[in-house]
């Protein structure tokens, strides 16, 4: 049985403990309330979070620009490809006929304008012969009006035959007629040669238009020739091959996609509420679930969506009909990528992302300024197909021109 001292100290020992405990969870809960509200007050209320948020990239589709039977396919899904690497080839043999019937009405076209170009020295020399007719026939005239002119006083007193006055009158008349013969010539001739001038002024062989319009027919079916070979347009990597060997495609159809994952962005959906204090300019850590907390990703907010999500969804809500519930709605925030880290961490097309902005920078503007100045994507891939079909063209007008030259 326990003594009663010993009751009496227990009693009075319970409450001293209970009270210690209360305090020390009182202590605990205001370190806590405060290390939380000094957080939210220097950090915190300048945080925007949202995990709503997904890797983006560009994504190419790869689609033929001329109609053909597919003979080889150059690369499959997850490949990595460089520019200019051919994906996909179609058969070339109506393509390479079109070309050779374009090449040889070409050359005889250039021909041919030669040959108008040549016509203008021979008809200006028809012209001269019937310039010099024309003077000829007017000294015939002249001479036969002279001797028409002397005798005419000399017929009244007959020292003149009638017979003789007969025989000048009808060669004034037979030259009078030849003048007008040769003036109608020489107008023909005149004519002729105005109509080829008009052909060939004001131009060149090689510039004329009948040249020109046979070259751009062999530009293009040196495109279309070039264009059965379907080469990477970007750096990237294959996805939804849909085409097979053998497979009659037409131009436009989709082939396959092609990934460029080296300068992916984020598109974080932020809530209508949270957009007040978002800036272009304002920097951003984000991590994504395929590796985890471990891995942080910084970027930067470069623009924001000009509408929200529902506005741009391919069948938009129709609030103006029915029951009406209010949805909250949500606006892209693209965020740009530290491509270092991108490239030591690679991301896919479609991945989850956590994204945190700090918007205590309020500085930059809410929508883009200024226009952009450079292109958001460019290839050199086809810059060299027009390059090699003008340099085709040249080489086609100076054969054709050259065998004038070695004719004449």
Known sequence: MTPPAEQNQNANTQPQQRKKSLTVIAVAVAIAVLGWGGHYWFTGRYVEHTDNAYVQANVVQITPQVGGTVLAIGADDTDRVKAGQTLVKLDDADARVALDQAEAQLAQTVREVRTLFANNQTLQA????????????????????????????LLASGAVGQEEFNHVTAQLSTAKSALAAARSGQAAAQEQLGSNQSLTDGTSVAQHPNVARAAARVREAYLALKRVDLPAPVDGYVAKRSVQVGQRVQAGTPLMSLVTLDHPWVDANFKEGQLQRVRIGQPATLTADVYGQKVVFHGKVIGLGAGTGAAFALLPAQNATGNWIKIVQRVPVRVALNPDEVSKHPLRVGLSMDVELDVSDQNGPALAETPRSTPVASTAVFSALQHDADALVQRIITANLAHAHRGA
């Open 126 to 153: 028809q012209v001269t012969a019937r310039e010099a007719e024309v003077s000829k026939a007017l000294n015939d005239v002249a001479r036969a009006q002279d001797d028409v002119s002397r005798r005419a006083p």
